[in-house]
């Protein structure tokens, strides 16, 4: 007996062991890359001009009234973009899940990654080229007589940074989409419509509840990165339509104050993590109420 317990301890000893040992390269690779810089951010933004260490950056960040608005765009901007995606993406991942032969799936999901083939700041530079005030959409209007001058809704604004980032994140909202309906068994679809159920609400009562865990994948991937982008609000506001990203580059390499850029930087993300965790509450209460 007392063997037997002695080799099934080393058996379990040795099997945590390789279990350790497995996740031990990726574990290194997250510390490395992910944990430790995360952590001199942190001590950066705690740090003090006279040394030491305090929240008198964090006061500063959030008693600036610059540095509110800028947080508040951002999110403005990455909730509009992230409502505008999912929208967008949720039939395109319906009728490819729904209606396109099974052989021929994979192809789709061939051409829906082909934006991902160009370099993102190609894409931006792109949809500048189309949305400019000589761009093609104006240049367009304006030889067919319909516009007498270029429009000024479509450039160096907030749609324009909406329609943009909507396009460039449009992959990654429908591919968790596609992957949740695939999941759906379709004899659920049947029975509902054998009780009586139309198609409209059996699509209600069926098939949008048990595509949510795809619909709040596509919102975090979309959401979370959307509000550190800083690129986009450049090239296509213009530099008039600033973001809470931009304002941490301009603090941290051009101030080359790295303390009050790096408190930036994690108030950014802690109002972040605040709207993701409020969201996903939400979202349980709802499949809740559907069950």
Known sequence: ????????GGM??????NGL???????IYVILLLAAPLLMVVLYSLSLEGGGYGFGNY???????????????SLTVSLSVTVVTVILAYPVAYFVSFYVKPDKKALWLFLITIPFWTSYLIRVFLWKVILGFNGVINSGLMSLGIIDAP?????????????TLAHAYAPFAILPIFVALEKIDRSLL???????ESQFMTFLRVT???SMPGVIAAV?????PTVGDYVTPDLIGGGKLPMIANRIEGTMLKQNNRELGSAIAVSAMLVVAAVTLIFLLLNRRFLKGAK
Request: charged share 15%.
């Open 12 to 17: 379990g000893r040795s099997e945590k062991a």
């Open 190 to 196: 049947e029975a509902g419509r054998d009780l009586g």
């Open 151 to 163: 429009l000024q809704a479509i450039n160096y604004n907030v749609q324009a940074l909406v329609i």
């Open 208 to 210: 949008l509840p048990l």
């Open 1 to 8: 007996m007392g063997s037997n317990g002695g080799t099934g």
């Open 220 to 224: 975090l991937i979309v959401f979370i």
């Open 21 to 27: 040992l497995l996740i031990s390269p990726p574990l």
């Open 59 to 73: 006061v500063a960040v959030w008693t600036d009234r610059i540095n509110q608005l800028l947080m508040l765009r």
